[in-house]
């Protein structure tokens, strides 16, 4: 599966290549690909009004349950594609489905809906609210998208699962980074997101740390869950099934540990 083989005319090539299953069958049928981008453009305005162009035509399919990794210089759009596909910003031109559905022609409240209920950030910096607990930061997701289930969230489980068991009550303030990032990590799963999009999570981590990360990640796509990690440490991309290089907006090149390089 390589980036390169999207096409603008990949949806149509993808639905005529559906079997025609007729009734319950079309109904229960569901295409595997949980994000599909084509052609995506993005640019920025600089402070001068000159416009930079960060995503170049770029196209990606990730299939669901796929664990990827992402790597590329800094500047090279990284943090920009998690943005878009995490329907956090929207591209300039190209088409973006998330799970068969055409988001980017949803309405902005549509695709907060989504964005609160599917996706989970683990952003560049943790973005822990220092005046919250352990529990209220995690909890807070729900919040923003008045989710009944902000209640019954087991915080205790989900700390258990990122190696916190009996810290819901600290602050982030008394924990350490790798401690915090795992705090990001279980507000991301409080959601029970389908997809994890995670900015150098392991980024500023000791060995350890990082190790125990990547660890919960391993556990996560073991339950099916899609990840799209971004890394500059070629360590943590090898436990990736699939890792892309970025180059200057555009794909550079995909590896699979099986194949080599394939683009
Ligand atoms: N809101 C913005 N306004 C203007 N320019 C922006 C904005 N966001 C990003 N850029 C520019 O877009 C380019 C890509 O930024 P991006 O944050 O996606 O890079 P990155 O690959 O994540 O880098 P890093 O590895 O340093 O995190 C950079 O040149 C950056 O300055
Ligand atoms: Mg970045």
Not at 159 to 179: F, I, K, N, T, W
Request: charged residues 25%; contains cysteine.
């Amino acid at each position: 599966m390589s980036g390169c083989e999207c096409k603008p005319n990949a949806k149509r090539e993808r639905d005529s290549a559906k079997p025609k299953a007729k009734g319950a069958a079309i109904k229960n049928m569901r295409w595997t690909m949980l994000i599909e981008a084509i052609n995506i453009r993005k640019s920025y305005r600089d402070r001068r009004g000159e416009t930079v162009s960060v995503l170049k035509d770029l196209s990606l399919q990730i299939a669901r349950g796929e664990f990827v990794s992402l790597s590329g210089p800094s500047g090279c759009g990284k943090s920009t594609l998690l943005n878009v596909l995490g329907c956090l910003d929207h591209p300039d031109a190209g088409a973006y489905q998330f799970d068969g559905n055409d988001v980017l022609g949803w309405p902005e409240r549509q695709r907060a809906d989504l964005r609160n209920r599917r996706i989970g950030f683990i952003f560049q910096g943790f973005h822990l609210l220092p005046f919250l607990t352990v529990e209220g930061n995690i909890k807070l997701p729900h919040l923003y998208s008045r989710s009944p289930r902000s209640d019954s969230t087991n915080v205790e489980e989900l700390l258990r699962e990122v190696d916190l068991a009996g810290m819901a009550r600290r602050y982030p303030g008394e924990l350490s980074g790798g401690q915090q990032q795992r705090v990001a990590i279980a507000r991301a799963l409080a959601l029970k997101a389908d997809l994890i999009l995670a900015d150098e999570p392991t980024g500023n981590l000791d060995g350890d740390s990082a190790q125990s990360i990547l660890d919960v990640f391993g556990r996560l796509v073991g339950q099916g869950k899609t990840v799209l990690l971004v890394t500059h440490d070629p360590a943590v991309a090898r436990r990736a099934s699939r890792h892309i290089r970025l180059e200057e907006g555009r794909i550079a090149s995909e590896t699979t540990p099986a194949k080599g390089a394939t683009v």
